[in-house]
């Protein structure tokens, strides 16, 4: 099982990226999904989450009313739409998942409630 971030790179302050985060060989139906990042000399943060059902979602305050997560409708993918890019959110982001669930539990940002990584993507806001 594993999942692979793409969609980083580099933009200016004040754009937008879209990051998503692929499944390989199992869909991503039931899953609780977590987008996480590690900005320079700081450690893994969460940033992002969505329940096991998507019905509920949860952001840190830094990036509350700029990213949204959201899943695709291929249901392999979870994206992260990144908008409003600030140079503070210079870092590599990753996500992370866990389940299948079918119901009872609701995560949070501890990363040690997702046994499964992906290998992260560096995102640069820099004009």
């Known amino acids: 099982l594993e999942l692979v971030e793409s969609g980083g790179g580099l933009v200016q302050p004040g754009g937008s990226l879209r990051l998503s985060c692929e499944a390989s060989e199992f869909t991503l139906e039931g899953y609780a999904i977590g987008w996480f990042r590690q900005l320079p000399g700081k450690e893994r943060e969460g940033i992002a989450l969505?329940?096991?059902?998507?019905?509920?979602?949860n952001y840190a305050d830094s990036v509350k009313g700029r990213f949204t997560i959201s899943r695709g409708n291929t249901k392999k993918t979870v994206y992260l739409q990144m908008n409003t890019l600030k140079p503070e959110d210079t870092g590599v982001y990753y996500c992370a998942a866990d389940g299948p669930y079918s119901g009872g539990y609701y995560h949070t940002f501890d990363p040690s409630e997702y046994p499964l990584w992906g290998q992260g993507t560096q995102v640069t806001v820099s004009a």
């Open positions: 969505l329940s096991y059902n998507g019905d509920a979602t």
